[in-house]
């Protein structure tokens, strides 16, 4: 530590890429508002090249400061986003601050957690490789990762947070309390934690379906285990919707299989493609967080059929404990 650290006015600052600059800035109310402490924030803006080729533009002095760097690793692509937090990185490091806190709500290629096919990448322990990668990288925020294990990908410490709690809330709320009926269905064996521990918040049972995806990468579910969910009101519950394959299936087979009605309940919702439109016409519910950033008028207009419940209160106190000396994010699990 420099002798004169102690002249700095805030040890922290916040610095947001552009798909997150709303996010970081709401967070940053919550923490003046709830705490009477304010982190600067910087936001971010990029140059694009003509070749493509991007230039991070930090605004402000960050030396010496604590970074806590809001960064959607989704937005504009996967691929995209991490060349754009690299060199950010790279920026950061070299105008000599003190740490970096990663704060994304959704890591991208987490997925790609092991090889289960011949000549495939572990893409998401290389992730973590990259976000290591900078020497100032000190530790990483994020939320419901695809399995908890890749935590074990990084060296540094990974705050997992997770989301079904806010949804369970938000459920209960708009139940009014009532959650008789009420069966908390997994798509899939890897998703069976999460449902236990949802339907464990509900009190309320759950059972779990096996799926499998054919050659061309098409959902099936098939087996279902546990509680019945005949003329039951079922919330289908999920880490990821990418495509939709998945949830359209298990929807399918619900119906087929008698349930009275469905919604769905997903932390991080994708939507690549058509799956927007799919949803809109399918007939039933979903509710995400805003792990995925989405514009105001995007939710506006799609609000018959998607509800987004803000993530900005518990990612705001995992960044204010993360702050403190002897802070505790645990308990916001
Ligand atoms: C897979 O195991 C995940 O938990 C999700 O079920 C999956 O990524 C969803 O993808 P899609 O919406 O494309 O079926």
């Given at each position: 530590m420099h002798k004169d650290d102690s002249t700095y006015a805030s040890p922290f600052v916040v610095?947001?890429?552009?798909?997150?600059?709303?996010?970081?800035?709401?967070?940053?109310?919550?923490?003046?508002?709830?705490?009477?402490?304010?982190?600067?924030?910087?936001?971010?803006?990029?140059?694009?090249?003509?070749?493509?080729?991007?230039?991070?533009?930090?605004?402000?002095?960050?030396?010496?400061?604590?970074?806590?760097?809001?960064?959607?690793?989704?937005?504009?692509?996967?691929?995209?986003?991490?060349?754009?937090?690299?060199?950010?990185?790279?920026?950061?490091?070299?105008?000599?601050?003190?740490?970096?806190?990663?704060v994304t709500p959704f890591m991208s290629y987490l997925r790609q957690d092991r090889k289960h096919k011949k000549r495939m990448p572990i893409s998401g322990r290389m992730i973590a490789d990259l976000i290591e990668s900078n020497r100032q990288a000190e530790r990483v925020i994020t939320a419901d990762m695809h399995a908890d294990q890749a935590q074990g990908f990084f060296t540094i410490p990974v705050d997992n947070l997770t989301c079904f709690g806010l949804l369970a809330d938000h459920c209960r709320e708009k139940l009014g309390g009532d959650v008789s009926n009420v069966v908390v269905v997994s798509p899939d064996f890897g998703g069976a934690v999460r449902a236990r521990s949802l339907a464990k918040r509900l009190r309320v049972p759950v059972a779990i379906f096996e799926k499998r995806r054919d050659e061309d990468g098409v959902a099936e579910v098939d087996m279902l285990i546990g509680e019945s969910i005949v003329e039951k009101r079922v919330i289908i519950c999920d880490d990821i919707i990418d495509t939709g394959g998945t949830m359209r299936a298990t929807v399918k087979e619900l119906l087929a299989r008698g349930a009275k009605e469905i919604e769905v309940w997903t932390t991080h919702a994708i939507l690549s493609g058509n799956a927007a439109q799919l949803f809109a016409d399918g007939g039933y519910r979903i509710t995400c967080t805003d792990s995925i950033p989405r514009s105001q008028s995007y939710c506006e207009k799609n609000a018959s059929w998607l509800t987004v419940v803000s993530m900005d209160v518990l990612l705001a106190e995992a960044v204010y404990e993360a702050s403190l000396v002897g802070g505790s994010v645990s308990k916001l699990f």
């Open positions: 610095v947001s890429t552009p798909h997150m600059h709303e996010m970081a800035a709401r967070c940053c109310a919550h923490i003046t508002g709830k705490h009477g402490v304010t982190f600067p924030h910087h936001r971010v803006e990029y140059k694009v090249f003509a070749s493509g080729e991007v230039l991070p533009l930090i605004p402000e002095t960050v030396r010496r400061q604590h970074v806590f760097l809001f960064h959607a690793l989704q937005h504009p692509t996967p691929n995209d986003a991490l060349m754009r937090m690299l060199v950010l990185n790279d920026a950061l490091a070299r105008a000599s601050v003190h740490g970096i806190t990663l």
